[in-house]
Nanobody
Framework: QVQLVESGGGLVQAGDSLRLSCLAS????????MGWFRQAPGKEREFVAR????????YYSDSVKGRFTISKDNAQNTGYLQMNSLKPEDTAVYYC??????????????????WGQGTQVTVSS
């Protein structure tokens, strides 16, 4: 079992930055990757970014590429999502997730087996 706890959300203005953190505990040695997803009111959960737990590869959705950066600190078992140039359309609950199986669909939420409780990010215009 892997447990995940997000933190760092809040209310900011358009153009501001936020850094989200995701602390992993439990069987973290079984993690293959960490992903970030978000869900806005009335919308489906969508993929934001992913990083191999080895830290070699990162992937981003087109909507955040160039503005968001995913990273991790293995020693701290913590993943991060640095969000710059935030826009009102970035408003959502952000979730981190652990990938525990080898899968091809890395942007699908069905490929992730452990989830955090979510942290709210609100960007005002």
């Amino acid at each position: 079992q892997v447990q995940l706890v997000e933190s760092g959300g809040g209310l900011v203005q358009a153009g501001d930055s936020l850094r989200l953190s995701c602390l992993a505990s439990g069987r973290t040695f079984s993690m293959l990757a960490m992903g970030w997803f978000r869900q806005a009111p009335g919308k489906e959960r969508e993929f934001v970014a992913r990083i191999d737990w080895s830290g070699i590869r990162t992937y981003y959705s087109d909507s955040v590429k160039g503005r968001f950066t995913i990273s991790k600190d293995n020693a701290q078992n913590t993943g991060y999502l640095q969000m710059n140039s935030l826009k009102p359309e970035d408003t959502a609950v952000y979730y981190c997730a652990a990938q525990l199986r080898w899968v091809n669909a890395i942007a699908s939420d069905r490929s992730y087996d452990a989830w955090g409780q979510g942290t709210q990010v609100t960007v005002s215009s």
